[in-house]
């Protein structure tokens, strides 16, 4: 990958791409099979790759620093997941789609929040994919819940927000987050314990 | 009855140790002993363990929230100024023992003040604000780098006796009350206006997939392509609506779940307190005359005294003051053009119980001495 270029070739999108060598070399042809064999779901993944690689290269150093893992490896491994679903048809806003893998990426290669990650699903007897993953089908599955949590975030105060945001995406402990903003351990708990109860409530009217 | 009762004693209490347990969890905190207690409390019981599912899929599910992106794009840059922290002035400051000297003289200079400071278009353009330090109040901007991925909020106001008009960067017009402002934050998820002084009127172009959202104390407009109305009066909330539905929330911040929810639409309006309360039920409106602020003329129908003030004060040079709290509730009838207020002062003193003085750079306005 060529870094100092900005731009790393795309290497992962070659399988698609790749030609079929003919006896006859009848390019003509081979590149109409070629485009034929496109799929919708690399076609997605191409353009969103060329839209906003920049941006989403630039968000995660913005949000999660240097690395190691470092950002542009982190955008491949988003790119490289996308490119291997069957499809995102029914996903309305791909771009974010984009990002959420890609936070999710770097969120699970914070040790703590990996081991976090396992000891629950251990705990709770379930696939540690089921709460490691972001899938389209889980989306499509939750979207009444997600939905209506959607709706319930609007109610945050800004506070709960950043409090939430720090913790569950950046992924910083509690600790990080007052030294960062002077706010106490316990005023951050009490937070994210009000905006977490607003949100059950809100999932909890789905089942109503 | 009793069964029913304490099972939802039992279901609630349970909810919050769950919720208790994932904060703890997630904390970057934790200590062998006390994963040990989590395990002994989780397979207490089934309720135990079902209430920690859900726990843990709400969390799970924020990653999956398009919003959740939106603001971990403005979480992340440490370097970004944050938003503009003004305290609602209201000119029409009524006086009593309460109220003294210098909180009347800081919010006078900061009006010859806001006269110097301009609004500025942005046409979703990134631009560069300057942060202004001015006496008693800290107003300030968003600067935006020249990072694409931050998101910006744009500051508009508008100097006082001027509306201003304001294209906003989806297309949505906006035209400011004398001496308002709004705080403008718009992305590719959401639109968020703040009203965070005076008064206007928004002319939303539709996007179904953006909710438009105006935030004025604790009320708040939702949606997706309408026209409206919203003032910050003296103690109040003001939505009028002239086109499509609204929809009308009293927020409530911090710990509280959210208020309620009104829908209005065209020729509808409703009250609300400053803690996003509703006052009474939703009413009709008069279109003419209630926003006849667009066209720079005012009409008022029995409306006390303090909030014609309110409204005057946006488009006059001088503050004007009511010195007595017993004339605020006086109901006023008088029609006007905005460079009439002069005679349209005068005229108050001769037509209802009151006196009008002028000062160097106040106008009084008293009770009559019988």
Redesign the interface.
């Known amino acids: 990958m060529n870094k100092v270029a900005g731009k790393p070739s795309l290497f992962f999108m070659t399988s698609l791409q790749r030609e079929k060598k003919s006896d006859k070399g009848n390019r003509l042809v081979q590149s109409t099979t070629r485009a034929a064999r496109k799929s919708p779901q690399a076609v997605l993944v191409e353009s969103l790759y060329r839209e906003h690689w920049d941006?989403?290269c630039?968000?995660l150093y913005?949000?999660y620093g240097a690395g190691p893992p470092e950002p542009e490896d982190v955008a491949q491994e988003a790119f490289t997941k996308l490119s291997r679903l069957n499809t995102m048809a029914h996903i309305?806003?791909p771009?974010?789609f984009l990002?959420?893998v890609a936070?999710?990426i770097s969120?699970k290669s914070i040790g703590?929040?990996a081991k976090?990650r396992a000891?629950?699903a251990e705990?709770?007897n379930v696939p540690l994919a089921d709460?490691d993953e972001?899938s389209p089908e889980?989306?499509l599955e939750?979207k009444q819940?997600?939905d209506a949590?959607?709706r319930g975030?609007?109610?945050l105060?800004e506070?709960?927000?950043?409090i939430?945001?720090?913790?569950?995406?950046?992924g910083?402990?509690?600790?990080?987050i007052s030294a960062?903003k002077g706010w106490s351990k316990a005023d951050i708990?009490r937070?994210?314990?009000?905006a977490?109860?607003?949100?059950?409530?809100a999932?909890?009217d789905v089942n109503t | 009855m009793n069964e029913k009762a304490d099972e939802c004693v039992l279901k609630t209490k349970i909810k919050e140790q769950s919720r208790a347990w994932l904060i703890y969890l997630y904390s970057g905190d934790v200590e062998q002993k006390k994963l040990e207690k989590f395990k002994d409390w989780l397979n207490t019981s089934e309720l135990h363990r079902q209430a920690f599912e859900s726990s843990e899929r709400v969390w799970r599910n924020i990653g999956l929230l398009d919003s959740t992106v939106d603001w971990t794009a403005e979480v992340g840059d440490q370097n970004t100024v944050v938003p503009i922290n003004i305290d609602s002035i209201d000119n029409a400051t009524t006086n009593s023992a309460a109220l003294n000297n210098t909180e009347r003289d800081s919010a006078h200079s900061a009006k010859n003040e806001r006269n110097i400071w301009r609004g500025i278009y942005s046409k979703g353009i990134a631009a560069s604000f300057a942060i202004l330090v001015i006496g008693a109040l800290v107003v300030g901007g968003i600067i935006s780098t020249n990072n694409e991925a931050q998101v910006n909020s744009v500051f508009y106001s508008s100097e006082v006796a001027q509306n201003l008009d304001i294209e906003l960067s989806d297309g949505s017009r906006v035209t400011l009350a004398g001496d308002s402002v709004i705080v403008a934050k718009i992305t590719d998820h959401r639109r968020d206006i703040v009203l965070k002084k005076g008064r206007a009127y928004f002319d939303v172009s539709h996007d179904a997939y953006r909710v438009f959202s105006v935030t004025a104390d604790n009320t708040q407009v939702r949606v997706k392509g309408t026209a409206f109305d919203v003032r910050l009066g003296v103690d109040n909330v003001r939505v009028s609506v002239t086109q499509g539905l609204v929809e009308v929330a009293g927020l409530k911040n911090h710990d509280g779940m959210g208020g309620n929810v009104r829908s209005l639409t065209k020729n509808e309006q409703i009250l609300a307190k400053s803690d996003g309360s509703f006052i009474g039920n939703k009413s009709r409106f008069n279109k003419e005359s209630d926003l006849a602020w667009l066209d720079g003329r005012f009409v008022f129908d029995g409306v006390p005294l303090r909030e014609v003030i309110a409204d005057i004060n946006r488009y006059y040079n001088k503050t004007i003051v009511i010195r007595d709290t017993e004339i605020n509730h006086l109901q006023i009838t008088t029609s006007f053009q905005a460079k009439q207020i002069d005679q349209v002062l005068a005229g108050l003193g001769a037509a209802y119980p009151v006196m009008v003085e002028h000062n160097n750079d106040q106008v009084l306005i008293l009770a009559a001495t019988p």
């Open positions: 941006e989403l630039r968000a913005k949000i309305e806003n771009k974010a990002f959420k936070f999710n969120l703590r929040i976090t000891f629950i705990q709770l709460i972001i889980k989306i939750d819940r997600i949590l959607q975030t609007e109610q105060s506070k709960q927000r950043e939430l945001v720090r913790s569950r995406i950046k910083e402990t509690y600790a990080q960062e708990c937070q994210l314990n009000a977490l109860a607003l949100l059950e409530a999932d909890a």
